[in-house]
């Protein structure tokens, strides 16, 4: 079973900076990684798209985060950054990593655990 692990969220002033990281926890049976992404859910609201890059490194954006975030991922680690800058009070959401996997066994989206991102004004 597939485990993505995310990492990097914290509390951060208004206009601060943050990078999050996502990627599997063991990748012995991943044949392969296709998209892969970021989603949000802020207190009360529904989880939402923020950003997608497939694996030849086209990239998605929600409108509310260009120019603001940049999706990048490197191939031969199975990672997903997402950089943060000009965080804004309404950033403020759970991030959950995902991603579109094939393992030998199947082709599964996959979500991870979710990292908290804060943003005081």
């Known amino acids: 079973q597939v485990q993505l692990v995310e990492s990097g969220g914290g509390l951060v002033q208004d206009g601060g900076s943050l990078r999050l990281s996502c990627a599997p926890s063991?990748?012995?049976?991943?044949?392969?990684?296709?998209?892969m992404g970021w989603y949000r859910q802020a207190p009360g609201k529904q989880r939402e798209f923020v950003a997608a890059?497939?694996?030849?490194?086209?990239?998605n954006y929600a409108d509310s985060v260009k120019g603001r975030f940049t999706i990048s991922r490197v191939n031969a680690k199975n990672t997903v950054y997402l950089q943060m800058n000009s965080l804004k009070p309404e950033d403020t959401a759970v991030y959950y990593c995902n991603a579109n996997i094939n393992t030998y066994a199947s082709t599964s989206d996959y979500w991870g655990q979710g990292t908290q991102v804060t943003v005081s004004s």
């Open positions: 063991a990748s012995g049976n991943i044949f392969r990684i296709n998209a």
């Open positions: 890059i497939t694996s030849g490194g086209n990239t």
